[in-house]
């Protein structure tokens, strides 16, 4: 979302949230609660995308609006509604229907502590005439207040509690990537419902058009079709906000970045999870969205649900907030060991709630997922990615790249017309982003341009061009473009350490043999043969993949010789020159 659309989003919301006035609330509260009067209790709460009010009943005398008090009486009722802020959001009435559907779902499914759902509209025969949700009052902190500072006990006894929500997610799975929605009944069911986010969101509201590419009965069957879908919606954000680039460098950096986070994708997505699980995601999961008593740590609620769905397993992460890090800080050296001891003491807390499930669903378990990302690695990075793009550039810097290895030698080559196809038409999109951004800076600094741009409607953005439409078709059909490197480097390693494994394992059970020791060693001689045989399996597999891998090595010569000559002065030149010859094949396949 550009900086124009988001000054015109925060004050048309602002004048929105205004205008719910306390006597329509009240009025509201009492015809949901059997007429019964009540009073606004304290100021009006606001985040980024919804309103709320405090609302307190009481049967006794005077206990109406005129009895307004800074606190609640004993025994009095409370509720709070909350209100969708309407000019910040595309699809508010969706969005609020999966949010009830999912809550009423976790309190039937789970014990996940949710607020109880009281009442709810979604149409204006109410007093305030705008969409509601009405849910009990919480009393409690919110954890981002108490985050900081905390013991290891304390971190301990939180830790365990958030595993228990995290195995508990894990165990809702469901056939498609999706989300919950609300039936004619109000119960919850899981239909063709698409999943729902705050980058989706804010990109409709933008004007860049994302539901053309996922209408609201999308679902998605596999999760390779998902990061597909997102990475589409990454690339269009690109092509249609109009401050997406700072300056002409970093134009080149990211559009170069989101065709390497591509082709990423392609590795990170693990075979087996594919076509499922899938499992309920938060979508959210911060702190501030996290309740806890005021005198301990016990959690009592988690809160806005607006964006929970179903999604792959392998996007069930372990929050970023552990170590109240930011998340570039995370990839860094020193931030990683930091949040690796955290991590660590987190996925022994998951661990510890699985063992205590009584019927665990079939399927690898989360904590063996984790631990596979122990540390803020390459995989732990795409994953954070996806869930949040606007970190794709960093990510893609700082953890796909060889450590010290510069990056612009690979934009240069990548805008270098003899070898991409593409290169006029993606320096021309470059030099475009340039003069957008211009022109929003132009307007930001003239007060008076700024005063015009909000006081008339707001403007939908120009149809994509056909430039435009040929770079979002090439990218979406060269999506798998990163496989076949993925592929020829595992092909490699497989073949050097499945000669190691095979050897060396023929030789010990050669050795027992001799030495007739097999008896009294069976466990040993068993685990020696499975090495053997791992050996075996992967020199199978290497010379697979091998046969592939041969017709790339082809290709790259006959069309790219001096990139598969590779590059003087590295330890392994063929091996990079081979990689960014793939990258460069990549990207002429855009054309």
Request: some cysteine; hydrophobic content about 40%.
């Given at each position: 979302?550009?900086?124009?659309?988001?000054?015109?989003?925060?004050a048309?919301?602002?004048?929105?949230?205004?205008?719910?006035?306390?006597?329509?609330?009240?009025?509201?509260?009492?015809?949901?609660?059997?007429?019964?009067?009540?009073?606004?209790?304290?100021?009006?709460?606001?985040?980024?995308?919804?309103?709320?009010?405090?609302?307190?009943f009481?049967?006794?005398?005077?206990?109406?609006?005129?009895?307004?008090?800074d606190?609640?009486?004993?025994?009095?009722?409370?509720?709070?509604?909350?209100?969708?802020?309407?000019?910040?959001?595309?699809?508010?009435?969706?969005?609020?229907?999966?949010?009830?559907?999912?809550?009423?779902?976790?309190?039937?499914?789970?014990?996940?502590?949710?607020?109880?759902?009281?009442?709810?509209?979604?149409?204006?025969?109410?007093?305030?005439?705008?969409?509601?949700?009405?849910?009990?009052?919480?009393?409690?902190?919110?954890?981002?207040?108490?985050?900081?500072?905390?013991?290891?006990?304390?971190?301990t006894?939180?830790?365990?509690?958030?595993a228990?929500?995290?195995?508990?997610?894990?165990?809702?799975?469901?056939?498609?990537?999706?989300?919950?929605?609300?039936?004619?009944e109000?119960?919850?069911?899981?239909?063709?419902?698409?999943?729902?986010?705050?980058?989706?969101?804010?990109?409709?509201?933008?004007?860049?058009?994302?539901?053309?590419?996922?209408?609201?009965?999308?679902?998605?069957?596999?999760?390779?079709?998902?990061?597909?879908?997102?990475?589409?919606?990454?690339?269009?954000?690109?092509?249609?906000?109009?401050?997406?680039?700072?300056?002409?460098?970093?134009?080149?950096?990211?559009?170069?970045?989101?065709?390497?986070?591509?082709?990423?994708?392609?590795?990170?997505?693990?075979?087996?999870?594919?076509?499922?699980?899938?499992?309920?995601?938060?979508?959210?999961?911060?702190?501030?969205?996290?309740?806890?008593?005021?005198?301990?740590?016990?959690i009592?609620?988690?809160?806005?649900?607006?964006?929970?769905?179903?999604?792959?397993l392998?996007?069930?992460?372990?929050?970023?907030?552990?170590?109240?890090?930011?998340?570039?800080?995370?990839?860094?050296?020193?931030?990683?060991?930091?949040?690796?001891?955290?991590?660590?003491?987190?996925?022994?807390?998951?661990?510890?709630?699985?063992?205590?499930?009584?019927?665990?669903?079939a399927?690898?378990?989360?904590?063996?997922?984790?631990?596979?990302?122990?540390?803020?690695?390459?995989?732990?990075?795409?994953?954070?990615?996806?869930?949040?793009?606007?970190?794709?550039?960093?990510?893609?810097?700082?953890?796909?790249?060889?450590?010290?290895?510069?990056?612009?030698?690979?934009v240069?080559?990548?805008?270098?017309?003899?070898?991409?196809?593409?290169?006029?038409?993606?320096?021309?999109?470059?030099?475009?982003?340039?003069?957008?951004?211009?022109?929003?800076?132009?307007?930001?600094?003239?007060?008076?341009?700024?005063?015009?741009?909000?006081?008339?409607?707001?403007?939908?953005?120009?149809?994509?061009?056909?430039?435009?439409?040929?770079?979002?078709?090439?990218?979406?059909?060269?999506?798998t473009?990163?496989?076949?490197?993925?592929?020829?480097?595992?092909?490699?390693?497989?073949?050097?350490?499945?000669?190691?494994?095979?050897?060396?394992?023929?030789?010990?059970?050669?050795?027992?043999?001799?030495?007739?020791?097999?008896?009294?060693?069976?466990?040993?001689?068993?685990?020696?043969?499975?090495i053997?045989?791992?050996?075996?399996?992967?020199?199978?597999l290497?010379?697979?993949?091998?046969?592939?891998?041969?017709?790339?090595?082809?290709?790259?010569?006959?069309?790219?010789?001096?990139?598969?000559?590779?590059?003087?002065?590295?330890?392994?030149?063929?091996?990079?020159?081979?990689?960014?010859?793939?990258?460069?094949?990549?990207?002429r396949?855009?054309?």
């Amino acid at each position: 979302m550009d900086d124009l659309t988001s000054l015109r989003m925060y004050a048309d919301g602002f004048f929105f949230m205004i205008r719910i006035r306390d006597p329509a609330v009240c009025a509201l509260a009492s015809s949901l609660n059997n007429g019964r009067p009540c009073r606004v209790l304290g100021k009006m709460l606001h985040g980024s995308y919804n309103s709320c009010r405090t609302v307190v009943f009481s049967d006794a005398d005077g206990g109406g609006q005129a009895a307004a008090a800074d606190c609640p009486r004993p025994g009095e009722e409370k509720w709070i509604i909350r209100f969708p802020t309407l000019p910040r959001l595309a699809y508010p009435v969706e969005k609020l229907r999966a949010e009830i559907a999912t809550m009423k779902y976790l309190a039937e499914r789970t014990t996940i502590p949710v607020p109880r759902v009281l009442a709810y509209g979604f149409g204006g025969d109410y007093p305030t005439g705008v969409p509601f949700v009405a849910m009990e009052y919480i009393e409690g902190d919110s954890l981002l207040d108490r985050l900081s500072g905390l013991d290891d006990e304390g971190r301990t006894y939180l830790y365990a509690q958030l595993a228990d929500m995290f195995v508990q997610l894990r165990e809702q799975e469901f056939p498609p990537i999706g989300a919950l929605t609300l039936d004619d009944e109000g119960a919850w069911r899981f239909a063709r419902n698409r999943p729902l986010s705050i980058d989706f969101s804010n990109a409709q509201v933008d004007g860049q058009c994302p539901a053309d590419f996922m209408p609201p009965d999308q679902t998605f069957e596999s999760t390779s079709e998902y990061c597909g879908s997102l990475m589409t919606l990454e690339v269009l954000n690109y092509l249609r906000q109009r401050d997406r680039a700072g300056d002409e460098e970093n134009a080149r950096n990211q559009l170069v970045a989101i065709h390497q986070f591509r082709d990423a994708l392609s590795g990170w997505i693990r075979p087996e999870y594919n076509g499922g699980p899938f499992v309920l995601t938060h979508g959210d999961f911060l702190p501030g969205n996290i309740m806890v008593e005021h005198d301990s740590l016990r959690i009592v609620a988690v809160i806005d649900w607006e964006y929970s769905h179903t999604a792959p397993l392998q996007l069930l992460v372990p929050p970023t907030w552990l170590t109240a890090l930011p998340m570039e800080s995370l990839l860094s050296r020193k931030g990683a060991v930091e949040y690796a001891e955290e991590l660590r003491r987190l996925t022994d807390a998951v661990r510890a709630a699985e063992q205590k499930l009584l019927s665990p669903v079939a399927g690898p378990r989360l904590s063996e997922v984790w631990e596979r990302s122990v540390q803020p690695t390459r995989s732990f990075g795409i994953a954070h990615a996806l869930l949040r793009r606007c970190n794709i550039p960093m990510v893609c810097w700082t953890h796909m790249q060889p450590p010290g290895e510069p990056h612009e030698p690979l934009v240069a080559r990548f805008f270098d017309p003899a070898h991409n196809g593409a290169a006029g038409r993606l320096e021309r999109l470059v030099l475009r982003k340039v003069e957008d951004k211009a022109r929003i800076r132009a307007v930001l600094a003239n007060d008076a341009a700024v005063d015009e741009v909000l006081d008339r409607p707001a403007s939908p953005l120009p149809p994509l061009s056909t430039e435009d439409v040929e770079t979002l078709k090439a990218f979406v059909e060269g999506f798998t473009g990163g496989e076949a490197f993925v592929k020829g480097f595992t092909g490699r390693f497989m073949r050097g350490r499945g000669w190691h494994w095979l050897v060396r394992g023929w030789a010990w059970i050669a050795s027992l043999v001799r030495t007739k020791q097999l008896g009294p060693r069976l466990v040993r001689d068993a685990a020696m043969g499975a090495i053997a045989l791992v050996g075996l399996s992967c020199l199978i597999l290497a010379r697979c993949w091998r046969v592939r891998d041969l017709e790339l090595r082809r290709r790259v010569s006959r069309d790219y010789p001096s990139c598969a000559k590779g590059r003087a002065g590295r330890r392994h030149p063929r091996r990079q020159g081979r990689t960014l010859a793939l990258y460069v094949i990549s990207a002429r396949d855009m054309s």
